[in-house]
Structures are given as C-alpha cells and as structure tokens.
C-alpha cells in the first residue's frame, strides 16, 4: 500500500520536476494565436525559470507584454524569448545578482527548503509589490478528508535537525512539511503581499517525471493496458500550462491568499481519464481494471508505478479530492484533456529513444505483461 510517507516522497521527486525546456516546435505551438496583451506591462522575476512549469510561465508573460527577469544557476537550458533577462546565483548561498533591484512580482517556483525563503525574504522584502509562492498539496497533514481546502490543516516538521539547514538532497520525507514552512516564512516577509498555490500534480509537455506521461505512451502502443482500481476511482491533475497561465494573471490582478490548484472542477474518474487519452490521440487501447489488493499484493505501488492513481484507502481518500473552488473563483481555467493529452505524447515522442526506453513511472512492458497473465489466470 502507498502511504503518505510515499505520497511525499515521489511529491519531492516530482513535484517540482525540472525538465530541459521544450523543443523548439512544441514551446511555440501553444501561441500559434494572439494572445491578448495585459492592461499594464509588469517587472516580473521568476526564481527557477528554466524547470518544468518555469519556461510556459516565461513564454506566457512575454506574450502577455511583460518584462521577465530569471534567477538561476544556469545550469540548465530553455528555449524562452530572447527578451528574458538572465541573473546567475544559487539560493544557497549567492544572492548577489538581486542586489540594488525591483520588481513588481516575484515568482518563486522550486523552493523546497524555508531557508531558501528566508535567505531571498532578508534581500527582496522591500524589493517587489507581490511574492508568489509555488507550494504543493502535499503540506496538508490528513488525506483523508475529501473536499479538503485552504483551511486545512497542514503538516509540521517532526524531524531532529533544524529545518534551516537541510539540503534537499536530505529533504526526502519532510518534503510536505519542508513546503510548509516555506509558506509560514513567505507569510512572515511578504505580509500581504503573499499569494501561495498549491498545485496537484502538475502534467503535460516538458514533465520528465513521466507521472503522467506513462499513460498517453502506453495507451498509444495500444492493445490491453492494465490499469489500477476501478474506473470510478478519482483523479486530479492540472496542465502546467494552466497553472503557468493562471499564475501569470494572478500576477496582473494582484490576487493575494492561498489556493489549491488541481483539476478539474470535479474529481475526473480514472476510468474517463484513460478513455479521455484514448479516444484523444486514436488509439486501439483496451483497458483491463484491476483490483488494488491483489496490486498491493504485487508491489506494484500507486503513483509510481500506477501513475496519477491512488489506491482507494481511508488514509488516502482525500487525496485526488482536494477543493478547488477558490481558485476557481479567483479565474483557474483548464483546457481540455485531450489537448494535455496529445501535447504530452508528442512531447514524449520529441525525447531520444535511449530516454523513453527508461521511463521514470509506470510499468515496464514485461512487468505488464505477466501481471495482466496472472490475472487473468486467477
């Protein structure tokens, strides 16, 4: 059974997954239209920038007429506009490349440690009108509540060293409470002028967790695909070019407090997802729902194993039922299934063969195979 412990640490591993920026014909197709430009242009920066969701955020708020700065290491690529001002520096330890600056809005994407905050909050707090915060559902402490909002309550560190000086490398099982943290010291330096969203599991196009990708790859081999539960069994998951988009426009509205940001508006049954993908991208795909004890009785684990799923468990039933209402109401739009689901399969299909021969969730078509034989067999 996956507990929450497991919930946390895949979270870590992938919820603030970094890619390498999307080939070049995949980062322009999303804007083949006008986008309209915002009331007023903005002095943006984005701590990361360069990761999974940072690049859409870039290319979104360029389009929309704004004025984008990143901050990172420099480590990684990504196709952005040649408008983007680039800052080198290390939220650990060289801040130097923020000094004597201002921005309208801050965007901070792939903080995990408080001290990260806390080192950036003693330079930037008189430096920015607004400091948004890329959070996670994971700081809530009970998943087992369904219809769990922004009042919920969230996790506290238990662990023996002072949380101010773990690396991320030893952030592993406190990754929920780690995020929490990081939120009560963006409250303490931002005091309002803090907006934190907590997304579900962000997908779609240059995600190489593959926590979702797994299904639009192994449904598009077609034939029978094993999948996990039931079909009723719930399902959240957010575009990250929605959550991107939408933080943008939280950006020019000034839209301060705390949102959930997962989706759709309603839980989506496992079941439609799978048929969703299927009948997106014109697949022969047959699918074959097996129970979740005899799948515990395998060691084949929800969410890793099982992408996007859960096993249905008192412990875990709030999980893929988290309110979104507020953020909702705060303007979150969500595009369709099937265009996540066809941008992410040829987003897959753009990687090297070498890479999509080790996928980093699902099951291996071997594993596959003889537990759909031993199945049936039973």
Do not use: C
Not at 112 to 133: C, K, M
Not at 135 to 151: A, L, N, Q
Not at 242 to 271: M, Y
């Amino acid at each position: 059974m996956t507990k929450r412990r497991d919930f946390l640490k895949l979270a870590a591993a992938g919820g603030t997954a970094v890619g390498l920026g999307l080939p070049g014909r995949l980062a322009a197709s999303r804007f083949t239209g006008s986008i309209e430009p915002a009331r007023r242009g903005l002095r943006i920066l984005i701590l990361g920038g360069t990761g999974f969701t940072g690049p859409h955020q870039v290319r979104y708020a360029v389009a929309r007429g704004h004025a984008v700065t990143v901050f990172n290491r420099g480590r990684r690529q990504a196709d952005l506009p040649d408008s983007v001002e680039h800052l080198r520096g290390d939220r650990n330890d060289d801040l130097e490349s923020l000094t004597n600056r201002e921005w309208d809005v801050v965007i901070d994407n792939p903080t995990t440690l408080p001290n990260w905050v806390r080192l950036s909050g003693r330079l930037l707090e008189h430096a920015t009108d607004q400091y948004i915060f890329i959070s996670t559902i994971s700081v809530y402490s009970d998943t087992s509540r369904p219809g769990m909002d922004e009042t919920s309550p969230v996790a506290v560190y238990d662990g023996e060293a002072d949380p101010f000086t773990l690396t991320v490398q030893d952030a592993g099982r406190f990754y929920g409470s780690l995020k929490a943290l990081s939120e009560r010291e963006v409250a303490y330096w931002y005091p309002g002028r803090a907006t934190i969203i907590r997304p579900g599991l962000i997908v779609g196009p240059g995600d190489e967790s593959d926590r979702f990708t797994y299904w639009p790859a192994r449904i598009h081999r077609g034939g029978e695909v094993l999948a996990p539960g039931t079909p009723a069994d719930p399902t959240q998951i957010i575009d990250a070019r929605d959550l991107a988009e939408w933080t943008i426009r939280v950006a020019e509205n000034g839209t301060v407090g705390v949102f959930n940001a997962t989706g759709p508006d309603q839980p989506r049954p496992i079941g439609e997802m799978l048929s969703g993908i299927r009948d997106a991208i014109g697949s022969d795909a047959t699918f074959t729902f097996v129970d979740q004890d005899y799948l515990a009785q395998q060691r084949v684990r929800g969410w890793s194993d099982m992408p996007v799923w859960v096993p249905s468990r008192p412990d875990s039933a709030g999980f893929m039922r988290v309110s979104i209402a507020k953020a909702v109401a705060a303007g979150l739009t969500y595009r369709p299934l099937d265009e996540t689901a066809r941008a992410t399969l040829d987003y897959h299909e753009s990687r090297s063969a070498e890479r999509n021969a080790q996928m980093r969730a699902g099951l291996t078509a071997e594993r596959e195979r003889q537990l759909l034989a031993d199945w049936h067999s039973r």
